[in-house]
């Protein structure tokens, strides 16, 4: 038998018109070397406005305006550095462009650092008064008041320049791991569903444990987790390296621990993140539930990590190309009203959407830009439903920062990083919605709940579960603990035992996991994963209810970028997230969509 093997194409060879137009940001590499030069030249001006931000409204005013005019340039010489070099991480040329803009954003770090000491210097009531009486100063009031919370955690002038100073080297462990975790590894071919070997990456290995054939997801699963085994000590060194910055970063600002400092910057109540732990751990049956069933389902004799993710109901019922998909999420989405769909059409149609899967591209999805650029999305194309999903979701994040970013104005034109993931999420829930709809073949509904099933799964369960592991590890660290790459797989996978019980085999392998999770380089994020799901799964439902002003307020939300506290933002919107009452509501959608599954199969 003729056994072909087969090799991802280089950026060069994949199709135009699946790949991103970054010209839109600058017209070709020489307009960036322009803009960077000239931006580097004006970094150090910012340095002379030290000393003038406490001498009156004015000089405040004034001094805000141009440190943030300077940091809206820098922005975007970053985004095309860092997309440059995401599309295809092996090009030494935008390699060496992100690592420039990662420099000038250092030096803007250390030039710009004396602005909010400066600020805090500044009385209470002195600083009231000004804001009272300047126009300028009174719009910048949530501005200043997202500086002047952290009053007790800013430290001098030039202690602060000093950190800032050393950002790249706090940081390099960070940087390390992304190029050697999507550049430098070899993961070895393995064979792909028609018998072909192929080169192992990221987004194929996302199809291939996906496989309804055991010893394709088989064959992925070990040969992905033998290489980081092979690499186990080096990445417990880059992860390590990691906890220990955020660490330090805690202690210096004299915040009690990483976590409360990460939460505290985002104006995030500590009661979120524990209440979330302990409302999944409440709720763990209803997952050994789901295990159980997928167990039975299969057929299985033993239930292993690489059978977590195969359909339950065979082959996928539903696949899309990039044409079909695109109709498709337009059609979902339209229950949010024409403008959304204007917005979501105009990134499909005009090249925002990274499609291509090429050697060395960047692993994952995301949604990226400035307020200056396109809302641009990075992906790697698969004829699949999980693709559609993934369309859909970062195309919430896409059209949430086009509304920000056209409704507010630079100061706020961003929105808090504890909400990014309500407006993907709740894209998601309306596309199941969706789909559950406008499907009545009782197959496709079956593969549909069990697609919701494991999204829930993925992103509620799982993503608290890598919030308890990253909790663990910035705990054992403060404690002096060594975090070597045994004592984190011992405690990885005892943690995953708890979450997915008995029914599942102890395999060694997922004691690994921990070294292939880029979020755990992210300073306390993957638990918003898990609380924005559950808030998303509260709007979806009012939205596709068609409750009164559900999408006034939902649109509403995505128009009102950082005007407020995120916690406000979410209230606004109908969603109080400092109380457990959302997470027990996705909890019972979980279950009942369980409960029709199991009566489905």
């Known amino acids: 038998m003729l056994i072909m093997t087969v090799t991802l194409p280089t950026r060069d060879e994949v199709p135009t018109d699946l790949t991103w137009d970054l010209t839109s940001v600058f017209a070709d590499d020489d307009a960036w070397e322009a803009e960077y030069a000239a931006v580097q030249k004006l970094v150090p001006t910012l340095k ?78 002195t600083l009231a008064d000004w804001v009272a009486h300047n126009a300028d100063l009174h719009h910048d009031q949530h501005f200043l008041d997202n500086i002047t919370a952290e009053r007790d955690h800013v430290l001098d002038a030039a ?36 018998g072909d070997f192929v080169e192992l990456n990221h987004s194929l290995y ?134 959304y769909v204007t917005h ?5 149609d005009h090249r925002m959407v990274d499609f291509a899967a090429n050697r060395n591209k960047q692993s994952g999805a995301y949604s990226g830009g400035a307020y200056d650029t396109n809302p641009f999305i990075l992906m790697s194309w698969h004829d699949s439903l999980d693709s559609l999903y993934t369309l859909v979701h970062e195309t919430g994040h896409s059209v949430h920062s086009w509304y920000s970013r056209h409704n507010q104005d630079y100061m706020y034109g961003d929105y808090p990083i504890f909400v990014a993931e309500i407006a993907s999420t709740t894209n998601e829930n309306l596309l199941t919605d969706y789909l559950l709809a406008h499907n009545e073949d009782p197959q496709v509904r079956a593969f549909l709940l069990n697609y919701y099933l494991d999204g829930f799964k993925g992103t509620v369960f799982r993503q608290a579960q890598f919030a308890e592991f990253e909790d663990w590890m910035h705990q054992a660290d403060q404690a002096g603990t060594p975090l070597t790459a045994d004592a984190l797989s011992d405690k990885y996978a005892a943690i995953n035992a708890k979450y997915y019980g008995d029914t599942l085999v102890a395999d060694p392998e997922i004691s690994l996991e921990w070294a292939r999770i880029p979020h755990f380089y992210y300073d306390y994020y993957v638990y918003q994963y898990a609380t924005g799901f559950a808030a998303a799964t509260t709007l979806a439902q009012g939205i596709t209810a068609g409750n009164d002003g559900a999408v006034t307020h939902y649109l509403g939300f995505l128009k009102s970028g950082s005007t407020q506290y995120p916690i406000e933002t979410m209230r606004a919107a109908g969603v109080d997230m400092t109380k457990p009452d959302y997470l027990e509501g996705a909890f019972n959608v979980f279950a009942d969509r369980l409960d029709a599954l199991e009566q489905l199969l």
């Not at 820098?74 to 390699?95: F, H, I, P, R, W």
């Not at 069933?293 to 690489?306: D, F, I, M, N, T």
């Open 48 to 125: 002379q406005l030290q000393g003038t931000l406490g001498q009156g409204p004015t000089q405040l005013a004034a001094g805000i305006a141009q440190i943030l005019a300077a940091f809206r340039r820098l922005e975007k010489l970053y985004v095309y550095a860092s997309m440059k070099s995401d599309q295809d991480t092996g090009n030494s040329q935008y390699l060496g462009y992100k690592a420039r803009a990662d420099n000038l954003a250092t030096t803007f770090a250390s030039a710009t650092a004396y602005m909010n000491p400066e600020i805090l210097a500044i009385s209470a009531d």
């Open 159 to 194: 202690t602060e320049g000093l950190l800032a100073a050393a950002g790249d080297a706090l940081d390099g462990t960070t940087n390390t791991f992304n190029v050697l975790n999507n550049s430098d590894i070899d993961f070895g071919m393995v064979q792909n569903d028609d």
């Open 206 to 339: 996302d199809e291939l444990i996906h496989s309804t054939n055991r010893d394709v997801r088989q064959g992925a699963f070990e040969s992905l987790y033998a290489t980081y085994d092979s690499l186990r000590n080096t990445f417990a060194s880059t992860l390590t390296g990691k906890v220990k910055a955020d660490n330090f970063r805690a202690q210096a600002h004299k915040y009690p621990s990483a976590r409360v400092a990460a939460m505290s910057h985002n104006h995030i109540p500590e009661a979120v993140f524990t209440t979330l732990v302990e409302q999944v751990n409440a709720h763990l049956p209803l997952l050994h539930r789901y295990v159980a069933l997928r167990k039975r389902v299969l057929g299985l004799a033993e239930l292993h990590s690489y059978d977590l993710y195969t359909p339950l109901t065979g082959e996928p019922a539903l696949s899309y190309t990039v044409p079909a998909a695109k109709v498709e999420a337009e059609r979902a989405l339209s229950v949010l009203g024409d403008d």
């Open 344 to 348: 979501v059409r105009d990134i499909y």
